[in-house]
Nanobody
Framework: QVQLAESGGGLVQAGGSLRLSCAAS????????MGWFRQAPGKEREFVAT????????YYGDSVKGRFTISRDNAKNTVYLQMNSLKPEDTAVYYC???????????????????WGQGTQVTVSS
């Protein structure tokens, strides 16, 4: 059974940093694209970042470009999201996601992902 478990969320002041982790189990995701999404209260889920299986290619949503960095450690079956210069509008539940198969390139749409974690809350105070 595939499971994705996010951690690292919390309360931080504007301008601060957090590092989220997503540990995968039940399958080796070293050959899979992985992604991060977020959902703020009353809003639709939003794409944040995605990373190719090798870590050599990444893509970010416009609202986080230059501030967030996605990375991965395939030996640990873990994906990370380093978030710097946080803003109150970054407040949301953050989810990591994995597709059903390793084929294909970077993915930015929800429907392209089959497995989702339970989410971790990030709250940025002003």
């Amino acid at each position: 059974q595939v499971q994705l478990a996010e951690s690292g969320g919390g309360l931080v002041q504007a301008g601060g940093s957090l590092r989220l982790s997503c540990a995968a189990s039940g399958r080796t995701f070293s050959s899979y694209v992985m992604g991060w999404f977020r959902q703020a209260p009353g809003k639709e889920r939003e794409f944040v970042a995605t990373i190719y299986w090798s870590g050599g290619s990444t893509y970010y949503g416009d609202s986080v470009k230059g501030r967030f960095t996605i990375s991965r450690d395939n030996a640990k079956n873990t994906v990370y999201l380093q978030m710097n210069s946080l803003k109150p509008e970054d407040t949301a539940v953050y989810y990591c996601a994995a597709p059903a198969s390793p084929s294909g390139g970077l993915r930015t749409r929800e429907y392209e992902y089959a497995y989702w974690g339970q989410g971790t809350q990030v709250t940025v105070s002003s």
